[in-house]
């Protein structure tokens, strides 16, 4: 009678043995499959929601004048555009989403504004993102709110700062904040506009530390770029997204811990469950010996089992662990989950994989305690 | 022939040292039915289990055959116990997830050879298990697993069979069957050992050695 056949029998005469050791795996992938299905929208919704915010990482001329940075946000210095440049080339280092600016309060039409000009995003090498924002081309308008409303300005209109005209591409909503006060055009206007030819008055970026698993971002960013930009500084918006990373983190480093623990739980809840099999087994296990079974066809006996017992743990395991990401991701992560959770056939594959390797070697000492029953001794047991 | 001698074998327990055989020199002719006697303890099933090639003495050497059993390999030894011998014990030990086939069948999955399915149903019907094929050892009477337990130790038409207490849970009339059943394979030219502790099998018996504390009690004069 071959193996495979014998297992199958067995396994049908000892449902509850097998049903116990399917449930042990089938926790151990669940917790997986659901962890890793829902943290890929979760990383995606921390990214996006990063994005939303905004840039939040700054870099200005050293010499700027801080108190009146913070006050009005925009840097009485300007330093070379070339700055860009330097951070662009970089491969390893933790910023992307490169923005050059030249902000300057003018008065324009007798209004006090903030004429913005934007440089085209860069993206680092190998690192080619879609711009956060798009760029804006020369001779183009981005009016704030309140401004349009002050000067009656309406899209397509034409108008004039200083000697330069542009259209008027998009009059912006309300935001209630500075951007009201805001015009926006390519830097290179801006440049010609307050006769600041390559000059910067600030490099925006967004920073990929929401991912890191230690240290301060600020910190790491200032180490990084510190010695790129000796004639710079750097500031690090702390935004809600790094508290909802931080968070994440810390959610991480718990599974850390208590993903061994339930996986060492359930490899000891197999190999228990192996042993009790194991001495329900004796008789039949001496009976074999007496047939000249050798030690490789016990041995199989019960490491098959335990791969049928991985296979099909991972199966179930992938099912539900997926199912309950798809139920209770989507009112945790209301912004990614419809794209981000969906069921993963790569993990299928790793849970198919590893699963019936993981059930074998918890049964391998129970495995290795059959095939070193002495016959002699079960078979004369009444 | 089967040929123990000075085959001792102890076991190591926490209150010393146990002789289960203690310097057995036996020696059993091809083709004998011979019947070991010895009250419980006495050291049966630990000789049956030697000559088996399942228990390894503590000294002393085991043939059969002109083969030393236990200076074979284990997988030689193996591959020897199923080609050459059968076993039937008390506790019949059947396989309680397979059928009758299956469980005859079990003894055809270490020894090559076709027919083996043919085979296991005419011993089905040669024991009078015919109809019972599929049905599982809880379903069967004791007498019906015994008779299942011998077909299955004559499937690879060992030269030998060992049988270990065969009717010690049987009712008369079973233990008659069986017993005949152990006849017929000897008068066909196969060699029997039975041990026992009672006296129901001593008439087919070519030969009976007592054994009492691991010793022949009336070792044959050569």
């Avoid at chain 1, 940075?69 to 860009?84: A, N, S, V």
């Avoid at chain 1, 009656?152 to 700062?161: D, G, N, Q, R, T």
């Avoid at chain 2, 005419?122 to 008779?147: C, D, M, T, V, Y």
Wanted: charged share 20%; aromatic share 6%; with cysteine.
């Amino acid at each position: 009678m071959i193996i495979p056949t014998l297992i199958w029998k067995e396994i049908r005469h000892r449902k509850i043995n097998f049903a116990l050791g399917v449930l042990a795996v089938m926790m151990a992938v669940a917790l997986f499959i659901s962890f890793f299905t829902a943290a890929k929208a979760s990383n995606r919704e921390t990214a996006r929601l990063m994005l939303t915010l905004g840039f939040n990482l700054h870099i200005i001329p050293k010499d700027t004048n801080m108190n009146e940075f913070l006050l009005t946000g925009i840097p009485d210095k300007t330093m070379p555009g070339q700055y860009i440049n330097k951070l662009a080339s970089q491969k390893k280092i933790s910023y992307n989403h490169l923005m050059a600016t030249l902000q300057k309060k003018i008065t324009w039409r007798g209004n006090d504004v903030i004429l913005t000009g934007l440089a085209p995003e860069v993206s680092l090498p190998g690192r080619k993102t879609p711009p956060m924002k798009d760029p804006i081309e020369r001779g183009n308008l981005y009016v704030g709110y309140r401004v349009a409303t002050a000067l009656e300005l309406h899209e397509s209109k034409v108008v004039k700062i200083k000697d330069k005209t542009f259209k008027v591409v998009e009059c912006l909503s309300e935001t209630g904040g500075v951007d009201d006060i805001r015009v926006q055009c390519h830097i290179s206007d801006a440049q010609e506009i307050l006769d600041l030819p390559g000059q910067i008055s600030e490099i925006r970026a967004v920073d990929c530390l929401c991912f890191a698993p230690t240290g301060d971002p600020a910190s790491i960013l200032r180490k990084e770029i510190g010695p790129l930009l000796p004639e710079a500084q750097v500031f690090h918006t702390r935004t809600i997204a790094s508290a909802r990373a931080k968070t994440r983190q810390m959610v991480k480093k718990l599974f850390a811990v208590i993903v061994p623990f339930i996986v060492i739980a359930c490899g000891v809840w197999i190999g228990v469950l192996a042993i009790m099999n194991v001495r329900d087994r004796q008789q039949e296990i001496g009976i074999m010996r007496a047939l000249g079974y050798n030690s490789e066809r016990i041995t199989l006996l019960f490491l098959g089992k335990a791969l049928t017992i991985g296979l099909v743990g991972a199966l179930v395991g992938f099912l539900v662990g997926t199912g309950l990401a798809l139920k209770f991701g989507p009112p945790i992560f209301e912004l990614t989950a419809k794209t981000m959770i969906k069921p993963d056939m790569s993990l299928l594959l790793y849970s198919l994989i590893f699963a019936p390797v993981f059930a074998a070697v918890s049964s391998f000492i129970p495995a290795m305690i059959a095939v070193t029953y002495d016959p002699a001794v079960t078979l004369r047991e009444e | 022939m089967i040929c123990l001698e000075n085959v001792v074998k102890t076991y190591r327990t926490r209150r010393g040292d146990v002789a289960a055989l203690n310097d057995i020199n036996l020696r059993i002719e091809k083709g004998k039915f011979v019947v070991i006697c010895g009250a419980s303890g006495s050291g049966k099933t630990t000789l049956l289990m030697t000559i088996s090639a399942m228990l390894n003495p503590t000294s002393g050497t085991v043939s059969v055959e002109q083969n030393n059993l236990y200076a074979m390999s284990i997988q030689a030894r193996a591959k020897f116990r199923a080609e050459n011998i059968g076993f039937v014990f008390q506790m019949f030990h059947l396989v309680p997830y397979l059928n009758i086939l299956e469980n005859i069948l079990l003894a055809g999955g270490t020894v090559a050879g076709n027919n083996k399915n043919a085979k296991a149903l005419e011993l089905i019907e040669q024991f009078g298990l015919s109809g019972r094929n599929h049905h599982k050892p809880a379903e069967l009477s004791a007498g019906e697993k015994q008779r299942t337990a011998i077909a299955r130790a004559l499937l690879n038409n060992p030269k030998i069979i060992l049988a270990d207490e065969p009717t010690g849970n049987l009712d008369t009339d079973n233990a008659t069957s069986v017993l005949g059943y152990l006849s017929k394979f000897h008068k066909a030219g196969g060699t029997v050992i039975l041990a026992t502790h009672g006296t129901e099998a001593e008439r087919f018996a070519d030969r009976i050695v007592n054994l009492h504390d691991g010793k022949v009690t009336n070792p044959e004069k050569f």
